[in-house]
């Protein structure tokens, strides 16, 4: 079985200051994990993706994750957040030792806001 | 040219009506899917669709009938809809399981 728990629900952020939105999981094989962003209105978006190759993960618009086994964590950061980050967040787990599918697990979402 | 692209983009019915909402890709993508998210943002994942064989979500009700007349194009065929079918459906693909995957804009159901 697979989880995933987004720990903040709501993070709120001043322009330039920076971004920590946090993600656990919990896989029963070994997992690719994502993070995904959603524009008001809008579909899902590929961030970054992790899958076994190196642990450090860089994205688009200058987000990274890091891949921690030993803390089953991959929280998202980013070094100065903008305003057009203001976005829900989804971080997602997949379990490749499962056969039905890409059955993708997704937490819950973190809603970011950025003050000016 | 929208990679996955759904329509309609707002639906507004009445309890016990039938709907569809369509969903294309033009990704040259071999798996389709179907996800609802409802108003807490929670997604869900209803169905998949990979080379011809459906994967169905056991916990979907069976007035949710997904029909594929290719592998570029995955419909969501809703029966005697209601008010709990209120949310937005996110039809999405991927080139293979274990990729990452590309959603449509969503489509937002509104049962009255």
């Known amino acids: 079985a697979q989880s995933v728990t987004q720990l903040d629900s709501h993070v709120s952020v001043s322009e330039g200051t920076p971004v920590l939105l946090r993600c656990n999981y919990s896989s029963s094989y070994s997992p690719s994990l994502f993070w995904y962003v959603q524009h008001p209105n809008k579909g899902l978006q590929l961030l970054l993706k992790y899958t076994s190759a190196a642990t450090l993960v860089k994205g688009i618009n200058g987000f990274e994750a890091e891949f921690k086994k030993s803390e089953t964590s991959f929280h998202l950061t980013k070094p100065s957040a903008h305003m057009s980050d203001a976005a829900e967040y989804f971080c997602?787990?997949?379990?490749?030792?499962?056969?039905?599918?890409?059955?993708?697990?997704f937490g819950g979402g973190t809603r970011l806001m950025v003050k000016p | 040219d929208t990679a996955v692209s759904q329509t309609p983009k707002y639906l507004v019915t009445q309890m016990g009506n039938d709907k569809s909402i369509k969903c294309e890709q033009n990704?040259?993508?071999?798996?389709m899917y179907w996800y609802k998210q409802d108003s807490k943002k929670f997604l869900k994942i209803m169905f998949s669709?990979?080379?011809?064989?459906?994967?169905i979500n056991e916990t979907v009700p069976n007035r949710f009938s997904p029909k594929s007349p290719d592998k570029a194009h995955l419909n969501l065929h809703i029966n005697s809809l209601e008010l709990g079918d209120s949310a937005v459906y996110f039809c999405?693909?991927?080139?293979?399981?274990?990729?990452?995957?590309?959603f449509g804009n969503g489509t937002r159901l509104t049962v009255t």
């Open positions: 997602v787990v997949s379990d490749r030792g499962r056969n039905a599918g890409n059955m993708l697990t």
């Open positions: 999405a693909s991927s080139q293979q399981t274990d990729s990452p995957l590309h």
């Open positions: 990704l040259g993508h071999d798996t």
């Open positions: 669709y990979n080379n011809k064989e459906l994967i």
